[in-house]
Structure formats: structure tokens, C-alpha cells
């Protein structure tokens, strides 16, 4: 018998209503480890219910309060963030240095949230009118929905529910049912924080549960992260349910690099952001496109460092670890063959990789394709997974052509040491993160996170000023504190004297 993960509702696990299960995997073991509940729109029902309960008193707690909920629930998960870390790997199969780091940048969010009475700080107009002030409150919307992917487990989550519940809503977040254990964790520290039950809650499941939370008419907004076709049914659905949307969707993210650029930095920038988490990252650098006068020189950097990395369990001292399921590993591994039938050279094969870990494992090792037309589905399609193509170009302005025309606009990088190459680039590419020698270039908390086009539905980015302004709604009051001796009828327009 293998355990069950429940729900988490109303402060406690729940069994609810549904009795379909998943099955979770250790993708570096190729095993079952448990079963996750898939819930019910009863199990959904049950969550807002609880949610909508619990704002009564948390959309009134004071900045004080929640503040303080936020603070502990950052000194406990910093504390205990090495055992965040073994869930993670033990379900995604990401290096543990690497699920460390996904936890760090999670945690850069909570300070964020820390620090939100300086950001909830509305604005004022003293004195507009004789004896009339202006203001602006934000306040929370009610209960939110959030829904994640299976990549970052506790990064993602971390970046709507602590900005959500520190501006005062309550929550319902259904992750990814491919690594849902992260989810419980975070709840079950919120609790020991002081957060009221009901405050957060997690409904597991798939799409039955995320339907559920679409519709359901007492969830003010929906925070989606995941492949750009569910990122566009949800920004669909949920907006046609009148909800507040952000929904961030797949990417094929470019790195440019100009023949002045430092190669070595370059090789090193691209193996790791291509293979790092085995390429399962929306920043992951999946194209370089290289001008052709150092493009041989470029490939055969990449390829030496390839040759040094280890992949194996991520429980081990490895570089990368397993792809997330079986399905998703055979899937990867067909565009190697695709690649050589669109004319591509495969410069490295990373289907038969030796393996630091289990043989049964979802191995697939670091691959890298040269001379991929632009017109082949390994370029088109977002692989998700450790290959990384280098197409060849004329120069800068064909590479910035080429960026432009895809459908994706996540994140980009540009290496050379010309500045005003650099300058150029970050004002004229279509995409939403630009980094100028940076390869994963996402923002810090106190930015905000989000591409264009195919990568993001709806206006508000993630987190951030962004974050603050999707989860609040801005009121503008106008008051006036009377002198006894000011009143009369004027049936006209308000006019400011
Ligand atoms: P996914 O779209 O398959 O799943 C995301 C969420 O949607 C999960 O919670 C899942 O249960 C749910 N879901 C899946 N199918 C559904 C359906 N038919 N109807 C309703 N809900 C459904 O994505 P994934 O495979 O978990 O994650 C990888 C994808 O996420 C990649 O495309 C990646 O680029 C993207 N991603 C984007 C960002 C970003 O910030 N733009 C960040 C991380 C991941």
C-alpha cells in the first residue's frame, strides 16, 4: 500500500469527496512513491468554502498582524528549507543544490511579503477642494485561486500565495499533480506560523479540480502558471467567468551571441542554462543562435563542457537529474531523431547516457543539435528538456528577426561586449526578460516576473509591483469632514472650488 497525500482544507488534511488518485513518482527510481487525491468540484467547493470563511476576519486582520505571519513563516522556511529541498528532488528529480536554489528565489518572494505595508500604502491628495481630501485604499479581492506547474513545486506557489495572503486574501492553490507533497509542506509551515485555518488551503487534482476553481463564482481571481495552452484556456474561461486573470504560459527562450562576445563565457552560460533542472525551466535557454564566424568555436566549447557533466540521481553529487515522467522523457528523446531528419547534426546524443542512479530511472542526458533550421519542429516545438539547439545566423540583426518571430516572448539573452549592441537589443527584442550577459535572466522579487505574447495572458506579471496590484483592487475616496456652515443643494457635476 502506498501512502495517499490529501488535500489540505480548513487547516488540516482532508480526505474529500473524490476517489480518483494519481500516482506520484521518484523520477530518478522510476517508482511509485504515493498516490495524490485527484479532487472533486465538491473537494473544490469544500476549499472555498473555508477560504470564504476565513476572509471575514483575515480581509480585516490588520498589516500588523499579517505581517507577523509572514515573518515567522520566513524564519521557519529559511530553517527548514534542507527539507523542502529532499521533497523536491524526490519528486521532481532536480540536483538538490538546484532545488535549494529554487527555494532561495522562493524565499527572496516572502521577504518580498515581509515587507508589504510600505507597498500597500495607498496615496493622498490633501486639501483638493476646500475642505476635501483625496485617497486610495487597496484592498484584497477575497478568496484567490492559484494554480502551478510541476517544474518549480515550491518556487512557483511561492510566488502569488505569500504576496495573496500578505495583502489580506485567502487562498486556494492547486498544484501540480506530478509533485503535489511541496504544496502540504508550505501549508503545514503556515500553520505552525499563526496563519488562521482556512486562510490557505490545496486542492489536489487535475483538470476536474482546476474547472472547478474556473467557475466558481466566490474566486475573485485565478494566478496560472503552465504550458501556453492551458495558460490560454484558463485566461479564456476565467475571464469569461469574470475573474481577474494572469495566466503564464511556455517559452523558447534565444541567447544572441555576437562574434565579440567572451566564448568561454558563452559555453559556460549556455550548458548552464540549457541543463540545468534537465532544461524543465521556462527561463531555460533552449536556442543559441550564433554568428557564423565563431559558431564552430562555440559548438566545440559546449560540447567539451557537456562531456564533464554528470547526470544521476539528484540525491547524489550530479549535475542533472531525471526528466519528471517516462512519457515526457520518450517525448524529449524524439527530436533527436527529428532533428536528423530536418538536416540538424546532433552533435551530442544524450539518449544512451550513463548514469550516476537507479537504471529504471527517466534518464535522458544532455543533447546538443547544431545547424537546426528554423522550420524544424525542434525548433518550433518547446521541448522541455536537455536539449539545446544552436541555429546559425549572418549577424545581430538576423538573430533579433529570428526572436521576434516566434510566438513565445519569455526570456532572452544577448552576450557581447558592445554596449551598444546590448542597448539596441534590450530596446527592440519582443520579449519580457532580457539579460545582457545574464542567461536566466529573472527578475528579483521586487520586480515583477512575466513575458509577452504567447508567455503571458492578461496584464499583471507575477510578483513584484505586479503581484501587489493583481491581488488588491484600488479604492479612490473622496471625503469631505463638513464645517457646519457648508451645505445647500447644486445638482450639477462635482467641481472642485
Ligand atoms: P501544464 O500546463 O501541463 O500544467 C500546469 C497546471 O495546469 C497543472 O496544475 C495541471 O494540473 C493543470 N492542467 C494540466 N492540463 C490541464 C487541462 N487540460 N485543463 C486544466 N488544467 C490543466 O504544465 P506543466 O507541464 O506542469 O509545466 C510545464 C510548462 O509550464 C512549460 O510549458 C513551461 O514553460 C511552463 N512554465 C511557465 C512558466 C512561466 O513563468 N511562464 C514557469 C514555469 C513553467
Known sequence: ??????????????????????????????????????GSAADVDAAVASA????????????????????AFRELLNARK??????????????????????????????????????????????????VDVYTLKQPLGVVGV??????????????????????????????????????WMAALMAEAGLPAGVFNVVHGDKEAVDALLVHPEVASI????????????????????????????????????????????ADSAVNAGFGSAGERCMAISVVLAVDSVADTLVAKISDRMATLTTGDGRRACDMGPLITREHRDKVATYVDLATEDGATVVVDGRDPQIDGEPDGFWLGPTLIDHVPTTSRV????????????????????????????PYGNGTAIFTNDGGAARRFQREVEVGMVGVNVPIPVPVAYHSFGGWKASLFGDAKAYGPHGVDFFTREKAVTARWLDPSHGGLNLGFPQHD
Request: glycine residues 12%.
Open 379 to 406: 525548433y518550433t516545438d518547446e521541448i522541455f528538456g536537455p536539449v539545446l539547439s544552436v541555429v546559425r545566423i549572418s549577424g545581430y540583426t538576423e538573430g533579433v528577426g529570428i526572436i521576434n518571430a516566434g
Open 82 to 131: 534542507g527539507e523542502l529541498a529532499e521533497i523536491l528532488t524526490s519528486e521532481h528529480g532536480k540536483v538538490l543544490s538546484d532545488a535549494a536554489g529554487e527555494i532561495a528565489r522562493g524565499l527572496e518572494v516572502v521577504e518580498f511579503a515581509c515587507g508589504l505595508p510600505q507597498l500597500l500604502k495607498g496615496a493622498m491628495s490633501d486639501q483638493v477642494s476646500n475642505d
Open 147 to 184: 494554480i502551478t506547474p510541476f517544474n518549480f513545486p515550491a518556487m512557483v506557489p511561492l510566488w502569488f500565495f505569500p504576496i495573496a495572503i500578505a495583502t489580506g486574501n485567502t487562498v486556494v492553490l492547486k498544484p501540480s499533480e506530478k509533485d503535489p507533497s511541496a504544496a502540504n
Open 223 to 266: 494566478s496560472f502558471v503552465g504550458s501556453t495552452p492551458i495558460a490560454r484556456y484558463i485566461y479564456e474561461t476565467g475571464t469569461a467567468h469574470g475573474k481577474r486573470v494572469q495566466a503564464l504560459g511556455g517559452a523558447k527562450n534565444h541567447m544572441l551571441v555576437l562574434p565579440d562576445a567572451d566564448l568561454d563565457l558563452v
Open 1 to 38: 500500500m502506498t501512502d495517499v497525500l490529501d488535500h489540505w482544507i480548513d487547516g488540516g488534511t482532508a480526505a474529500g469527496t473524490s476517489t480518483r488518485t494519481g500516482d506520484v513518482f521518484d523520477p530518478a527510481r522510476g517508482v511509485v512513491t504515493k498516490q495524490v487525491r485527484l
Open 52 to 71: 470564504s470563511k476565513a476572509f471575514t476576519d483575515w480581509g480585516q486582520a490588520s498589516i500588523a498582524r499579517r505581517q507577523g505571519v509572514m515573518f
